[in-house]
């Protein structure tokens, strides 16, 4: 997500300058990765009203015959880049983890003719996991060791996945109650299906400077021109939810693709562990944000970390460099990721397991 509410016009312009700036920038990344991996690219699965969604697989060349997964889903204000805007991250976990990584597309906001709605991209997120749960075994992956994470509309994305799994409807936000239709499902079965065998667990979860309330949101300007990333995205401002939708006539809609409104008591339902990031100097999704949203998760009795990354600035995971806001992939990314790398084998290769 990078989205500027609150922001000053300097910031927004930085911002925007991200999406010229950021190319990815790959020798380098060879010359530092502790071992091989194999890309496979542009692997569709699936193709919601035609349009086709892909992802790029990395797997780790180091003879292990099964790895745990990484889904990633980059940022972007729902409106703007790729997964390619996270291409470096990808290749480092990759070349320095024992993980399989997943590196999505998802629609944005302004697919498909600027119709595409929140909840829809959040079907994505949830689709895009059960596709790998039922294809990755091809690629060596475990369907049973699946971590998700994002950066900004990422994270938001991984943390709906994580708190709003459980919330599947076959009619998604079209009947009485507001649930999510992914936009892949296992041959033969139906969400309601998936929801009774337990919905879509994931085994843990890395959220950087993400975005938890879309209904603050909404009621900041979102929805509004000011937000220039509707201009960035081809796409004229509109409602989330539509045309036309306003958070004052249906706030229910934008707390139930809110994370922060649908955290569960872990008496009701334990969580997997959760690691939350964001840089001292981040404007957008600040850590006063960012911290909030742990708070939440701790007073519901989940398992949360919170790491900050010293005066670093919003979009420190991008791949490639942005002078305006003085960061740069190989410079100010490795910190980060290799914290993200010492929790997933916190979770995924405990003291005393061999990796």
Known sequence: MRYALKTSLPMLVALLLTVFAAMPVQPALAETAAHQFEKISNVEWARPKGFPLTMDIYVPQTGKKSYPVLIVYHGGGWLINNNSIMNQLSEYIAGNGEYIVCNVNYRLLGDLSNTTTINEIVEDA?????????????????????????????????????????????????????GFKPTYLPKGKTAEEVARRGGIQVQAAILSYGAFDMHASAQGGFESPKNGFWAM???????????????????????????????????????????LTVGTKDD?????????????????????????????????????????????FEKDAPPAIDKMIAFLDSVFYPKGAAK
Not at 130 to 144: A, R, S
Not at 162 to 177: I, K, M, W
Not at 261 to 272: E, G, M, T
Not at 309 to 326: C, I, T, V, W
């Open 284 to 328: 957008l999704t600040t850590p006063a944000l960012v911290h909030k949203y742990y708070t939440v998760l701790k007073e519901a009795g989940q398992t949360a970390e919170y790491w900050e990354h010293e005066g670093r600035p919003h979009a420190f995971l991008d791949s490639g460099s942005n002078e305006y806001l003085g960061i740069q």
């Open 126 to 178: 949830l689709g895009a996991v059960l596709w790998v749960k039922d294809n990755i075994k091809k690629h060596k992956g475990d369907p049973d060791k699946i971590a998700v994470t994002g950066d900004s509309a990422g994270g938001h994305l991984a943390a709906m996945v994580v708190n709003s799994g459980a919330r599947l409807e076959s009619d998604g936000f079209a009947g009485n109650t507001l």
């Open 233 to 275: 995205g081809g796409a004229k401002a509109r409602g989330i939810f539509g045309e036309g939708s306003t958070v004052q006539e249906k706030p229910e809609h934008y707390k139930a693709v809110s994370p922060i409104y649908n955290v569960p008591k872990a008496s009701q339902r334990k969580l997997p562990p959760q690691l």
